[in-house]
DNA sequence: ATTAATTTGTTGGTCGTCCAACTTTTATTT
DNA sequence: AAATAAAAGTTGGACGACCAACAAATTAAT
């Protein structure tokens, strides 16, 4: 297990270090999270997950809180550009754009088990957690901009049961219930019903 | 603040002293959770909000996580023995028992913030405290068990997009959803909205 | 040679549990 | 009914485990 197996001394430039280092503990730091819930998510383990020594965090980020919310803002990025992408496909009619970004909730590479997870931690912290709240509300109103208008596409036409921005509230709150209760050991719900149950949402929006 | 004036010396039974001091500490359990989340609900905090000393929750528990799991417990009992009541209630039709259980889920006695935000606590920490899930798998299992006979007898008056059990779980996990959004402090959805929100759902459900 | 990366022992602090001393209630004896 | 012994309730100091941050020393890159 000694480090010398996981990787030969390869002779880096420190630009390549330092990427690389940022890189890794921002993963373990999300996996440490999802693993091991915030407060578990202790600098030991953390360093360990990512094959440091304990001091490197202090090094690389202010501190631990830091590298934490770091990890944080990381979580979206990638899962709204994907339904960024498939809101502007102006190919497809807004409900499906609608059931489309909803099922990519619940399939990679925007839904994992950690992701989940780690969503879960965090969210659940934010109440405690100044820091934490500050990301988790620009994603949740990036959310909200990017379904709102399909729904109001929608209700050209055909009638809906509430205001655009309610219906995209809505969802998203739904899509983050099934999360936990994906993201709970006990599984008792998979992506396929979750995605049928999201579909029910929706069409409950119809009048 | 000195205990004299919160309280005179009252003479009271041993039997008496029991019954008061293990109500206080599971009323102040719920709370300090509630307000410090799982981790931040310290021995010192507990009895702090219960007007114990320390040492009173290990006379009256084995320790701190047994006094945790059991106002978990407690938590579901009221709040449970309520739905019941409406879903047994035959003078009204199922629909409308199932929007009556769903609007509970939203005021006295069954929701008040405190239960919210400590549920949101103890469901996010259920994932690495197996002495949590058993509770909460006991009152997932009996809400279901309450409210898919009424979507069963829905069914049989109209087509339902999804089995009776399918209905009852998402209908779960969407208060779930709504409960956490309510928790937070942002408070970015009221109760009203809640309840028209569960409103859509349930009427996604009807073909 | 100078700067950056890395390691690890140390420091100061928090926490749950234990425990010995103390007070109040209950049971027993006179 | 009063006195006394036993049991239960209560308190807060002490202990050991754990943790984040710090800092001095070592190694590697520039």
Redesign the interface.
């Known amino acids: 297990m000694s480090l010398v197996t996981k990787q030969q001394k390869i002779r880096r430039t420190q630009a390549e270090i330092r990427v690389f280092r940022e890189k890794a503990l921002l993963r373990a730091a999300l996996v440490t999270v999802a693993k091991?819930?915030?407060?578990?998510a202790t600098v030991a383990r953390i360093c360990a997950e990512a094959d440091a020594s304990r001091g490197l965090i202090t090094h690389y980020f202010d501190n631990k809180e830091d590298l934490l919310v770091a990890a944080l803002s990381n979580l979206f990025n990638e899962a709204q550009s994907f339904k960024d992408a498939i809101a502007k496909d102006d190919n497809l009619s807004a409900i499906t754009r609608i059931h489309d970004i909803a099922n990519s909730s619940f399939q990679a590479p925007v839904y994992t088990w950690e992701m989940a997870?780690a969503w879960?931690?965090y969210?659940?912290?934010?109440?405690?957690n100044k820091a934490y709240?500050e990301p988790i509300?620009l994603s949740?109103q990036k959310f909200i901009n990017t379904v709102a208008p399909l729904f109001k596409l929608l209700a050209a036409e055909q009638p809906l049961?509430?205001q655009p921005e309610?219906?995209a509230?809505?969802l998203f709150?739904?899509?983050?219930?099934?999360w936990?209760?994906m993201?709970?050991?006990?599984n008792?719900?998979r992506a396929e019903?979750a995605i049928?149950?999201c579909?029910?949402?929706?069409?409950?929006?119809l009048k």
Not at 173 to 178: A, H, P, T
Not at 183 to 186: G, H, M, R
């Open positions: 091991f819930d915030i407060e578990g997870a879960q931690a969210s659940s912290a934010s109440r405690f709240q509300r949740t049961r509430l309610e219906a509230r809505g709150i739904f899509i983050n219930g099934l936990n209760s993201a709970s050991e006990e008792d719900i019903e049928m149950q579909d029910v949402y929706i069409n409950g929006c």
